[in-house]
């Protein structure tokens, strides 16, 4: 099955036709930055730019950063408030006249991992933490999603764990590496203690240093950093579609 994935993140708007079977992207992707202010007209306007680059006419998955619950934007805690309330997947697919699935961006990402990527064949639990300038997460038990887990906003320390450690937290406070690493492992050990994963997969802008810290993590379950990179909201938006046909 073939569907048009589409990552809506906050600088860039990307999207590929994707082979839901393989994974593989059937089409160089294309990416338009995100406009400013990214309200929910503007951002829809170019959603259908990309639909009407590849010509496309068949099923749309976007990824989202926000909760989404049936097809609706619930938060907007690094988007325009306006989106609140807004059936996205409605006006979307009204807009270009394609059958429209919406998914969490982080959730997407996760789902793409566990099929082809880093989680791949991984029974049991698996969390995914993209932990960039917050800690988004993705909660999948044996290949079924918990949407909207929200599990960066955990108390941690007396405050919300993305606050405690992130990237833009090291960055901002000039953590070594070895700092870095006590906060994450502090966190990555409250989630060991509720969810006793199997597996956590680690992307965002910090995973690209993860032969840095991954050694000085104390903490008990297997980590590995994600493989898709930049596919991997595109991959997930077009299985997530997949899957909500089921």
Request: proline letters at 4%; a neutral charge.
């Amino acid at each position: 099955m073939h569907i048009l994935g589409i990552d809506i993140g906050g600088t860039g708007i990307k999207g590929a036709p994707v082979d839901t079977k393989t994974g593989d992207l059937l089409e160089t992707r294309h990416r338009i930055p995100t406009p400013s202010p990214a309200t929910p007209q503007s951002v829809i306007n170019t959603v259908a730019d990309i639909v009407h680059h590849f010509n496309w006419h068949g099923q749309v998955g976007c990824g989202f950063p926000a909760a989404i619950k049936h097809e609706t934007v619930m938060t907007a805690a690094n988007i325009d408030k306006s989106w609140i309330g807004l059936n996205a997947g409605k006006n979307i697919e009204k807009r270009i006249n394609c059958p429209t699935h919406m998914v969490n961006d982080v959730d997407a990402a996760g789902l793409a991992e566990v099929a082809f990527g880093a989680g791949r064949k991984e029974k049991g639990v698996v969390i995914m933490a993209a932990v960039g300038t917050g800690i988004g997460t993705a909660l999948i038990s044996n290949g079924h999603l918990f949407e909207n887990s929200e599990l960066g906003h955990l108390l941690l320390h007396g405050q919300i764990a993305e606050k405690y450690t992130s990237n833009a937290v090291r960055k901002n406070l000039d953590l070594s590496w070895e700092e870095f690493s006590d906060r994450l492992s502090d966190y990555l050990r409250r989630l060991e203690e509720l969810f006793w994963p199997d597996l956590f997969i680690i992307g965002g802008g910090v995973s690209k240093h993860h032969e840095t810290f991954f050694p000085m993590l104390n903490i008990h379950t297997k980590i590995v950093p994600a493989k898709l990179l930049n596919n991997a909201g595109i991959v997930g938006a077009a299985l997530a579609a997949k899957y909500n046909n089921f």
